[in-house]
Protein backbone atom coordinates (compact mmCIF):
# COMPACT_ATOMS: atom_id res chain seq x y z
CA UNK A 1 0.00 0.00 0.00
CA UNK A 2 1.34 3.34 -0.82
CA UNK A 3 -0.47 5.48 2.24
CA UNK A 4 -2.65 7.67 -0.26
CA UNK A 5 -5.99 7.08 0.01
CA UNK A 6 -9.16 8.56 -2.37
CA UNK A 7 -12.70 9.06 -1.45
CA UNK A 8 -15.34 7.64 -2.22
CA UNK A 9 -13.85 5.14 -4.45
CA UNK A 10 -17.28 5.17 -6.88
CA UNK A 11 -19.54 7.97 -8.03
CA UNK A 12 -22.38 8.63 -10.31
CA UNK A 13 -23.54 12.01 -11.37
CA UNK A 14 -25.41 13.55 -13.86
CA UNK A 15 -24.30 15.99 -16.17
CA UNK A 16 -24.24 19.50 -15.84
CA UNK A 17 -23.73 18.10 -12.13
CA UNK A 18 -20.82 19.81 -9.80
CA UNK A 19 -18.39 17.07 -7.86
CA UNK A 20 -15.75 17.12 -5.33
CA UNK A 21 -12.89 14.37 -5.02
CA UNK A 22 -11.12 13.88 -1.92
CA UNK A 23 -7.21 12.44 -1.38
CA UNK A 24 -4.89 12.20 1.72
CA UNK A 25 -1.28 11.80 0.72
CA UNK A 26 1.17 10.62 2.70
CA UNK A 27 2.53 12.22 5.54
CA UNK A 28 4.89 14.86 4.77
CA UNK A 29 4.12 14.63 1.13
CA UNK A 30 4.17 18.38 0.09
CA UNK A 31 3.04 18.02 -3.47
CA UNK A 32 -0.10 16.19 -4.81
CA UNK A 33 -0.86 15.69 -8.49
CA UNK A 34 -4.46 14.66 -9.83
CA UNK A 35 -4.83 12.63 -12.96
CA UNK A 36 -7.64 11.66 -15.28
CA UNK A 37 -7.68 8.02 -16.67
CA UNK A 38 -10.20 7.00 -19.43
CA UNK A 39 -11.00 3.47 -19.46
CA UNK A 40 -8.26 2.04 -22.08
CA UNK A 41 -5.73 5.22 -21.69
CA UNK A 42 -2.80 6.17 -19.88
CA UNK A 43 -3.26 8.37 -16.98
CA UNK A 44 -3.60 12.31 -17.94
CA UNK A 45 -1.80 15.41 -15.79
CA UNK A 46 -4.51 17.36 -15.00
CA UNK A 47 -2.59 19.71 -12.18
CA UNK A 48 0.09 19.07 -9.44
CA UNK A 49 -0.19 21.40 -5.98
CA UNK A 50 2.80 21.99 -4.08
CA UNK A 51 2.73 23.32 -0.45
CA UNK A 52 -1.07 24.74 -1.36
CA UNK A 53 -0.22 26.59 -4.43
CA UNK A 54 -1.21 25.50 -7.69
CA UNK A 55 2.11 24.72 -9.73
CA UNK A 56 1.39 23.38 -13.24
CA UNK A 57 -1.79 22.40 -15.27
CA UNK A 58 -2.65 20.13 -18.21
CA UNK A 59 -4.49 20.53 -20.83
CA UNK A 60 -7.74 20.60 -19.02
CA UNK A 61 -10.74 23.18 -18.93
CA UNK A 62 -11.10 25.81 -15.56
CA UNK A 63 -13.71 24.13 -14.90
CA UNK A 64 -11.43 21.49 -13.25
CA UNK A 65 -10.04 23.16 -10.32
CA UNK A 66 -8.77 22.10 -7.06
CA UNK A 67 -7.18 22.76 -3.10
CA UNK A 68 -4.40 21.36 -1.43
CA UNK A 69 -4.78 21.83 2.97
CA UNK A 70 -2.08 22.32 5.21
CA UNK A 71 -2.49 18.54 6.40
CA UNK A 72 -2.04 16.85 3.26
CA UNK A 73 -5.41 16.14 2.45
CA UNK A 74 -6.41 17.98 -1.02
CA UNK A 75 -9.29 18.27 -3.20
CA UNK A 76 -10.21 18.10 -7.07
CA UNK A 77 -13.78 19.55 -8.25
CA UNK A 78 -15.22 19.46 -11.58
CA UNK A 79 -18.23 21.74 -12.14
CA UNK A 80 -20.59 21.52 -15.14
CA UNK A 81 -19.87 17.75 -15.64
CA UNK A 82 -20.00 16.58 -19.04
CA UNK A 83 -20.22 12.91 -20.42
CA UNK A 84 -16.29 12.68 -21.04
CA UNK A 85 -15.68 13.50 -17.45
CA UNK A 86 -16.47 10.18 -16.97
CA UNK A 87 -13.09 8.62 -15.57
CA UNK A 88 -10.72 6.99 -12.91
CA UNK A 89 -9.30 9.67 -11.19
CA UNK A 90 -6.36 9.58 -9.43
CA UNK A 91 -4.35 11.43 -7.04
CA UNK A 92 -0.55 10.89 -6.41
CA UNK A 93 1.59 12.66 -3.77
CA UNK A 94 5.52 12.84 -3.32
CA UNK A 95 8.23 14.92 -1.17
CA UNK A 96 9.00 17.61 -2.66
CA UNK A 97 8.00 18.67 -6.66
CA UNK A 98 11.19 17.46 -8.08
CA UNK A 99 11.16 15.33 -11.43
CA UNK A 100 13.07 12.28 -9.79
CA UNK A 101 10.54 11.97 -7.02
CA UNK A 102 8.67 8.96 -7.11
CA UNK A 103 5.04 9.71 -6.84
CA UNK A 104 3.00 7.10 -4.95
CA UNK A 105 -0.41 6.78 -6.53
CA UNK A 106 -4.13 6.25 -4.59
CA UNK A 107 -6.47 3.74 -5.80
CA UNK A 108 -8.83 6.45 -7.37
CA UNK A 109 -12.23 7.25 -7.49
CA UNK A 110 -13.69 6.02 -10.25
CA UNK A 111 -16.49 8.69 -11.88
CA UNK A 112 -19.44 7.73 -14.07
CA UNK A 113 -21.44 10.91 -15.39
CA UNK A 114 -25.25 9.83 -17.16
CA UNK B 1 -1.00 15.27 -28.54
CA UNK B 2 0.42 11.73 -27.57
CA UNK B 3 3.92 12.39 -26.55
CA UNK B 4 4.79 8.99 -25.18
CA UNK B 5 3.74 6.69 -27.51
CA UNK B 6 3.51 2.73 -26.12
CA UNK B 7 2.90 -0.80 -27.92
CA UNK B 8 2.17 -3.60 -27.98
CA UNK B 9 -2.08 -2.74 -26.68
CA UNK B 10 -1.95 -6.08 -24.93
CA UNK B 11 0.29 -9.05 -24.89
CA UNK B 12 -0.24 -13.00 -23.69
CA UNK B 13 2.67 -14.70 -22.66
CA UNK B 14 3.10 -18.07 -21.08
CA UNK B 15 4.80 -18.74 -17.89
CA UNK B 16 8.42 -18.59 -17.73
CA UNK B 17 9.06 -16.41 -21.04
CA UNK B 18 10.04 -13.14 -21.09
CA UNK B 19 7.76 -9.99 -21.83
CA UNK B 20 8.56 -7.23 -23.84
CA UNK B 21 6.82 -3.82 -24.02
CA UNK B 22 7.84 -0.63 -26.01
CA UNK B 23 7.74 2.83 -25.59
CA UNK B 24 8.97 5.97 -28.14
CA UNK B 25 8.70 9.42 -26.99
CA UNK B 26 8.93 12.74 -28.83
CA UNK B 27 9.79 15.41 -26.72
CA UNK B 28 13.98 15.51 -26.70
CA UNK B 29 13.61 17.07 -23.43
CA UNK B 30 12.21 14.18 -21.54
CA UNK B 31 15.33 12.66 -18.89
CA UNK B 32 13.18 10.21 -16.97
CA UNK B 33 11.51 7.53 -17.46
CA UNK B 34 9.41 5.23 -15.19
CA UNK B 35 7.97 2.50 -15.99
CA UNK B 36 4.50 1.88 -13.89
CA UNK B 37 2.47 -2.03 -12.92
CA UNK B 38 -1.35 -0.86 -12.35
CA UNK B 39 -3.48 -3.78 -10.77
CA UNK B 40 -7.20 -4.05 -11.10
CA UNK B 41 -8.54 -1.51 -8.91
CA UNK B 42 -5.02 0.19 -7.77
CA UNK B 43 -3.55 3.23 -8.74
CA UNK B 44 -0.08 2.70 -10.66
CA UNK B 45 2.80 1.46 -8.46
CA UNK B 46 6.79 2.42 -9.44
CA UNK B 47 8.33 -0.56 -11.05
CA UNK B 48 11.57 0.62 -12.43
CA UNK B 49 12.98 3.67 -13.58
CA UNK B 50 15.77 5.10 -16.29
CA UNK B 51 17.60 7.94 -17.37
CA UNK B 52 19.53 8.60 -20.86
CA UNK B 53 22.71 8.45 -19.38
CA UNK B 54 22.30 5.06 -19.35
CA UNK B 55 21.32 2.39 -21.49
CA UNK B 56 20.32 -0.48 -19.60
CA UNK B 57 18.64 -0.71 -15.89
CA UNK B 58 18.00 -3.92 -14.06
CA UNK B 59 16.11 -4.58 -11.21
CA UNK B 60 15.59 -8.89 -10.65
CA UNK B 61 13.40 -10.02 -13.43
CA UNK B 62 12.51 -6.52 -14.77
CA UNK B 63 15.21 -4.68 -17.17
CA UNK B 64 14.90 -1.02 -18.99
CA UNK B 65 16.62 -0.89 -22.09
CA UNK B 66 17.25 2.52 -23.85
CA UNK B 67 17.80 3.90 -26.71
CA UNK B 68 18.60 7.87 -26.97
CA UNK B 69 18.41 8.53 -30.29
CA UNK B 70 15.62 6.26 -31.33
CA UNK B 71 14.00 8.16 -28.65
CA UNK B 72 12.34 4.38 -27.55
CA UNK B 73 12.79 2.19 -24.40
CA UNK B 74 11.50 -0.88 -23.25
CA UNK B 75 10.84 -3.14 -20.79
CA UNK B 76 11.60 -6.53 -20.60
CA UNK B 77 10.13 -8.78 -17.77
CA UNK B 78 12.74 -11.96 -17.58
CA UNK B 79 10.92 -15.40 -16.72
CA UNK B 80 7.92 -14.20 -16.59
CA UNK B 81 4.89 -15.05 -14.18
CA UNK B 82 0.97 -15.24 -13.52
CA UNK B 83 1.58 -12.67 -10.90
CA UNK B 84 2.74 -10.34 -13.43
CA UNK B 85 -0.37 -10.03 -15.29
CA UNK B 86 -1.19 -6.44 -15.03
CA UNK B 87 -1.25 -3.13 -16.93
CA UNK B 88 2.02 -1.70 -17.44
CA UNK B 89 2.33 1.77 -18.57
CA UNK B 90 5.54 3.67 -19.56
CA UNK B 91 5.78 7.66 -18.77
CA UNK B 92 8.11 10.19 -18.96
CA UNK B 93 8.71 13.86 -17.21
CA UNK B 94 11.87 15.83 -17.31
CA UNK B 95 13.57 19.01 -15.30
CA UNK B 96 10.73 21.27 -16.55
CA UNK B 97 7.82 19.74 -15.77
CA UNK B 98 8.94 18.59 -12.46
CA UNK B 99 7.22 15.77 -11.74
CA UNK B 100 4.28 15.84 -14.15
CA UNK B 101 4.37 12.63 -16.14
CA UNK B 102 3.22 12.07 -19.30
CA UNK B 103 2.07 8.22 -19.42
CA UNK B 104 1.60 6.08 -22.72
CA UNK B 105 -1.51 4.23 -23.23
CA UNK B 106 -1.03 0.96 -21.63
CA UNK B 107 -0.24 -2.61 -21.88
CA UNK B 108 -2.06 -5.30 -20.42
CA UNK B 109 0.01 -8.16 -19.32
CA UNK B 110 -1.68 -11.74 -19.37
CA UNK B 111 0.66 -14.38 -18.64
CA UNK B 112 -0.93 -17.64 -18.37
CA UNK B 113 0.19 -20.58 -15.84
Known amino acids: ETGVTQSPTHLIKTRGQQVTLRCSSQ?????VSWYQQALGQGPQFIFQ???????GRGNFPPRFSGLQFPNYSSELNVNALELDDSALYLC?????????????FGPGTRLLVL | QQQVKQSPQSLIVQKGGISIINCAYENTAFDYFPWYQQFPGKGPALLIAIRPDVSEKKEGRFTISFNKSAKQFSLHIMDSQPGDSATYFCAASNEASGSRLTFGEGTQLTVNP
Open chain 1, 92 to 104: ASSLEQGWWETQY
Open chain 1, 27 to 31: SGHNT
Open chain 1, 49 to 55: YYREEEN
